[in-house]
């Protein structure tokens, strides 16, 4: 099975199983959200469901557009029932690591208002430690005048590699759709708590979000290479 077959099967059954008639439903956003939305279109046509769909990105919006859905804003439905989205890494805790695509802070606000948050990925996104598979570090959206100074600060408190992500087909870098700049943190230690660690880089001026999303995910299902769905689910403490 490749890996756009596993994505679909994922994101196939967290539909499946999270979308219900009547509920406000947040839209993530990547490559494997595709095939949610469309599932979700699927389910609509043929069950005659209402649903309203909340976007968390451009690419988000055209896909819910595109596949005729009743698209909503946050100022009218600020109570999300379900947001499903990708990621680009989870770790055995749940943590993720959000924003290979640029668009972790309108994903974060989506999640933050919903009453549960869904990834769906591949195998390839089911780590044990944050960096074990995905290498391109920590997204940090943050304000453009500011983005030396915070590189510097990020790197005298946790060291790594920190760079200032180059757009594609643009001279310069990636503006995200809020007019920010992103920087990759390429992180040395596997080991930090990231929740200590997200506190206090949101803290540093300048910095408006950053992709760790801690403590936000109830559940994820990961597409295996053999067509099954490996579920994981919060452990309640």
């Not at 859905?69 to 109570?79: D, I, R, S, V």
């Not at 992180?187 to 200590?196: G, I, S």
Request: charged share 20%.
């Amino acid at each position: 099975m490749s890996l756009e077959q596993a994505k679909q099967v994922a994101a196939y059954q967290a539909v499946d199983q999270f979308v219900t008639n009547n509920c406000i439903f947040g839209v993530g956003s990547g490559s494997t959200v595709v095939y949610a939305v469309q599932r979700l279109a699927e389910r609509v046509e043929s069950e005659k469901l209402k649903v309203t769909c909340i976007p968390t990105s451009f690419q988000a919006k055209q896909l819910i557009i595109k596949h005729g859905l009743n698209l909503g804003e946050l100022e009218t439905n600020p109570n999300i029932d379900v947001t499903i989205d990708g990621a680009d890494e989870v770790d055995s805790n749940m943590t993720l690591i959000k924003g290979g695509g640029g668009c972790l802070l309108q994903e974060k606000i989506i999640a933050s208002c919903s009453k549960k948050l869904i990834v769906i990925a591949d195998y390839t996104k089911d780590s044990v430690k944050l960096g074990d598979r995905y290498k391109k570090g920590v997204p940090i959206e943050v304000v453009p005048m500011a983005y030396v100074p915070i590189k510097n600060k990020i790197i005298s408190l946790y060291g790594g590699e920190i760079k200032l992500r180059s757009a594609v087909a643009k001279a310069g870098p990636v503006v995200t759709d809020n007019g920010n700049f992103i920087l990759d943190w390429m992180f040395a230690n596997q080991n930090l708590d990231w929740e200590k660690v997200n506190n206090t880089i949101k803290l540093i001026p300048g910095v408006v979000e950053t992709g760790l999303f801690v403590n936000m995910c109830c559940k994820a299902y990961f597409g295996q290479p053999e067509g099954n769905v490996v579920e994981r689910s919060v452990i309640e403490k």
